[in-house]
């Protein structure tokens, strides 16, 4: 028994299969995708049309076509439609799992499959600064054909949302081939949640929002905000007001003893580099006078820099590192940190510090 099985999901979601059941060798002659995102002011949802050509290079055959009733909607199920060689096929039965068509194959007969079904994204806002959305067509259960083809084509539209957040300068539909190989693989396509300056503009607010009271250490609202604005600044090449937000941070820091990290799974793609090495680095990139903030580093960094040279010679480093006082160990950047300290010692005048430090090898 052939099962052909044509999927769309999101994540999580149920598969969606058009499965034909029958003794019909087939082969899958081609798939296509052709995605629509509609974005609103809360989310953004995706109408996929999964298009496949099917080839009977057996004997004829009498193949049932079945679609799980739970992918739609049941104020839909009624007027839902197959579309079999370009004409819209209505259910032949239905019942609480299944809706299901007829369809007969004869000898070295192709058909043209095709249907539409809308499911909502997944938001990723700990994947990027400015957050990232997520489509997934789960496609790997596709198995049991006489042959694939070598690709799978798709095409997305995103009519109506900003070209900088797939990466274009203008809006055209984008247009991917993916190498199918052996087996078929989901899809999985992401794209930023926001542009820049929409993100800028609304962390910008947020912070000004915060009244005087409440620019404090233990307001983690307020702290994650300015650290959020950091990372905005650094991608719009912003360095002044990296500077700027980096010495608050810094200020924030020296006032309360502890490190402000910002590094955890609500944002796996940063690492912790110190806020007055973060300074330095803004500050050079402006061609400024940085020594002022150099020695500020020195004095700030040099415990946290001991404290992970006696860490970093056991086994567990992170059970040797006093994250109470600087983060986790493994939140760091080490290399950056030990660079940029390097840089610092030598801009405040101890090169021989800045040359051992230089020299060290940050464990994996």
């Known amino acids: 028994m052939v099962r052909l099985l044509l999927m769309l999901s999101l994540l999580c979601a149920p598969l969606c299969a058009v499965a034909p059941v029958g003794d019909a060798k087939l082969a899958l002659e081609s798939l296509k995708l052709k995605i629509k995102l509609l974005p609103d002011e809360q989310a953004v949802t995706a109408g996929v049309t999964s298009t496949a050509v099917i080839h009977n290079v057996g004997d004829d055959a009498d193949i049932e076509l079945r679609l799980p009733a739970e992918l739609i909607r049941k104020a839909d199920r009624k007027t839902f439609q197959l579309v079999i060689d370009d004409k819209p096929v209505q259910p032949s039965s239905q019942d609480k799992q299944y809706l299901n068509w007829q369809l007969h194959l004869e000898t070295d007969q192709t058909s043209t499959l095709s249907w539409t079904i809308n499911r909502g994204t997944t938001s990723l806002p700990q994947a990027h600064p400015l957050g990232r959305r997520r489509l997934v067509v789960p496609l790997q259960h596709m198995r049991g054909f006489s042959s694939l083809p070598d690709t799978l084509g798709v095409e997305i539209d995103h009519e109506g949302m900003a070209a900088e957040l797939f990466g274009q300068q203008e809006g055209a539909a984008i247009s991917l081939t993916e190498p199918i190989g052996k087996h078929i693989e989901d899809f999985s396509y992401e794209w930023l949640a926001s542009t820049l300056a929409d993100k800028r503009t609304a962390l910008v607010k947020l912070r000004d929002a915060f009244r005087e009271e409440q620019r ?40 309360a003893g502890k490190a402000i990290t910002g590094c955890g799974p609500w944002a796996s793609w940063r690492k912790y580099i110190p806020w007055q090495l973060r300074r330095l680095r803004a500050l050079q990139a402006l061609g400024q006078d940085a020594k002022d903030c150099a020695t500020q580093c020195v004095t700030a960094v040099d415990p946290v820099w001991v404290a992970y040279g006696e860490a970093k010679t056991h086994p567990r480093p992170f059970d040797h590192f006093d994250a109470t006082k600087f983060g986790n160990f493994w939140d760091y ?5 030990r660079d940029l300290f390097a840089t610092a010692l030598e801009l405040s005048g101890d090169k021989d510090r800045a040359e051992q430090v230089r020299k060290d090898t940050p464990p994996d």
Request: proline share 0%; glycine share 2%.
């Open 333 to 337: 950047d080490w290399i950056a940190t």
């Open 216 to 255: 404090t250490f233990e307001n983690r609202s307020y702290t994650d905000t300015l650290i959020a604005l950091t990372e905005v600044f650094r991608i719009a090449g912003d360095h002044q007001a990296v500077a700027d937000t980096s010495e608050t941070l810094a200020k924030l820091e020296a006032a």
